[in-house]
C-alpha cells in the first residue's frame, strides 16, 4: 500500500507563490527510479496533469503553467514538490500528486488564487 501526502496549499493573492509537497510512503519500490506526477483540479472540471518529473529529473508541464512553475525531488525524502510562482486565478483547483505504477491519490491540498 502507499500513501501519499500533499501539502502547501493555501489563499494567495495573484503572482504571489506557493510551494507544494507531495510525500511518499508505503510499499513503493525505488522511488527514486518512479515518475512522479502533479494534477489539478478544479470545481466542475475534470482532473488534469500539470507536471511530471521522471526518475531522471526529467520534466515536463502543461501549457498553461510553463515557465510559472517547476517540479523537483528529493528522493532521500520520497517528496515531490511543485513550486509554483506568478500564480493566477485559474490555478486555483485542488492539487494532487500520483507516482508511475501505483493507482493512489492523496487528499490533496487546496490552492485558492485570489484577491
Known amino acids: 500500500q502507499v500513501q501519499l501526502v500533499e501539502s502547501g496549499g493555501g489563499l494567495v493573492q495573484p503572482g504571489g507563490s506557493l510551494r507544494l509537497s507531495c510525500a511518499a510512503s508505503?510499499?513503493?519500490?525505488?522511488?527514486?527510479?518512479?515518475?512522479v506526477y502533479w494534477y489539478r483540479q478544479a470545481p466542475g472540471k475534470q482532473r488534469g496533469l500539470v507536471a511530471t518529473?521522471?526518475?531522471?529529473?526529467?520534466?515536463n508541464f502543461a501549457d498553461s503553467v510553463k515557465g510559472r512553475f517547476t517540479i523537483s525531488r528529493d528522493n532521500a525524502k520520497n517528496t515531490v514538490y511543485l513550486q509554483m510562482n506568478s500564480l493566477k486565478p485559474e490555478d486555483t483547483a485542488v492539487y494532487y500528486c500520483k507516482i508511475q505504477g501505483y493507482n493512489y491519490w492523496g487528499q490533496g491540498t487546496q490552492v485558492t488564487v485570489s484577491s
Open positions: 508505503g510499499t513503493i519500490t525505488i522511488f527514486s527510479s518512479k515518475t
Open positions: 518529473i521522471t526518475g531522471g529529473g526529467g520534466t
